[in-house]
Each structure stands twice: as C-alpha cells, then as structure tokens.
C-alpha cells in the first residue's frame, strides 16, 4: 500500500533558527496537505497544494510541493516557541494517508 | 460555527468490552472520517463515510465498524477490546471527503 514517510522524526531548535521538514510519498498525490498538532491537541489544518510545483508561503511557513507530485517540505523561518507541535502531510489515495510527522521543539 | 464534537473524551474499559464512540461534525459536512494514533503508528485512517455510506476503508480488522446518521453524525464502535487498541481516536469532518479535514478533540480510550 502506499506510505508517505517524513523526515525528521524529531527535530530541536534554538528559537531563532530555521526548520524544514520533508514528506515523501511512494505514490504520486493529486493533492497534499500539511496540518500541525500541539502537544495534547489535535491535527490543524495548515495549507493545501495541488500543482506540481506549486510554492505557499504563510508568514514563516514556506510550503513546496515536489514536481512530481510525490515530495513536498514545509520551511519555517526564524522558529519561535509558537511553533511547536507535530507537523504532519497528508495525501490522498483510495484513503486518506497521513505522514510519519515531524516533532519540533523549540528551546528559547 | 460549531467546531466537530467528539464524546466521550476520556474512556477506561477492559479487554474484551466493546465501545462506541460518537462524533458530530460541523454543520454541513457530509464527510466523516475516522482515525487512530498512537505513538508508535502514527495516525492512521479508519474509515471514511458520505452520506451514510461506507466510502473507504483502511487496513483495521472487523472488530472496528462504523456507521453514519442522516444528520451526518457518526459512531465508529470497537468490539472485543484488546490492549493494543490503546489510542487517542480522532474523527475529522469536510465538505466532501479528502478536502480540508477538521478534526475534533478525539476520544483518549485506554483498554486495561
């Protein structure tokens, strides 16, 4: 079946510097979306890309998705403590396939 | 607007029970989908319903079943609970499936 894997699992930054996180889908995707989930909370949806190709920027948050419909990364600037909690892609298929998640703290 | 609804939020059964869960989606949303996460697997999709109807359903054994009210309103239920059915269930609600998911605040289900 497919997998959409995410790399890193866990990241840890000082406030200030910059985050990426990469997804990658063994399948191509027709559309991917990124959501974050706070420590103790549930999945917010963040952005949705459907071109190949296609960059979002939200403030700090840079979102590509891949040329090939089968990648995509989320670029935060300039990481604040705000940031913390688990950013997950998602894609679907026949199901909704949600990534590994990456975990990022954020130490002040 | 109302924001999905999950109830319970907390439940403590033991291996063998069974348990449903109950989920109310924003109004308007005909889609429902359930899922499972747990630290090691990650969240990982159940089922999804659209009016009434079973669409898509992830690798979970028949011990997990679901159903769909006329109101869009779901309940997934879980039969002969076993220890690794420990999770935090989240159920999240769209206009038409794999669209914008919201989620709700999920049912913290522990199984002793």
């Known amino acids: 079946g497919q997998q959409v894997m995410q790399?890193?699992?866990y990241q840890h930054v000082q406030e200030g510097e910059d985050f990426t996180t990469y997804c990658n889908s063994s399948t191509t995707l027709s559309n991917i979306q990124w959501y974050k989930q706070r420590p103790g909370g549930h999945p917010v949806f963040l952005i949705q890309l459907v071109k190949s190709g296609e960059v979002k920027k939200q403030k700090r948050l840079?979102?590509?998705f891949g040329e090939a419909k089968k990648n995509s990364s989320l670029h935060i600037t300039a990481t604040q403590t705000t940031d913390v909690g688990t950013?997950?892609?998602?894609?679907?298929?026949?199901?909704f396939y949600f990534g590994t998640g990456t975990s990022l703290t954020v130490i002040p | 607007k109302a924001g999905v609804t999950q109830t319970p939020r907390y439940l403590i059964k033991t291996r063998g029970q069974q348990v449903t869960l109950s989920c109310s989606p924003i109004s308007g949303h005909r889609s429902?989908?359930?899922y499972q996460q747990t630290p090691g697997q990650g969240l990982q999709f159940l089922f999804e319903y659209f009016s009434e109807t079973q669409r898509n359903k992830g690798?979970?054994?028949g011990?997990?079943?679901?159903?769909?009210?006329?109101n869009s309103r779901s309940e997934m239920n879980?039969?002969?609970l076993e220890l690794g059915d420990s999770a935090l269930y989240l159920c999240a609600s769209s206009l038409q499936g794999?669209?914008?998911q919201f989620f709700g605040p999920g049912t913290r289900l522990t199984v002793l």
Request: proline content about 9%; glycine content about 6%.
């Open chain 1, 87 to 95: 950013y997950f892609c998602a894609g679907p298929d026949n199901q």
């Open chain 2, 98 to 100: 794999y669209n914008e």
């Open chain 2, 78 to 80: 879980v039969s002969t």
């Open chain 2, 63 to 70: 011990r997990f079943s679901g159903r769909q009210f006329s």
């Open chain 2, 59 to 61: 690798n979970f054994p």
């Open chain 1, 62 to 64: 840079t979102f590509q």
């Open chain 1, 7 to 9: 790399i890193p699992q």
């Open chain 2, 32 to 34: 429902v989908s359930w």
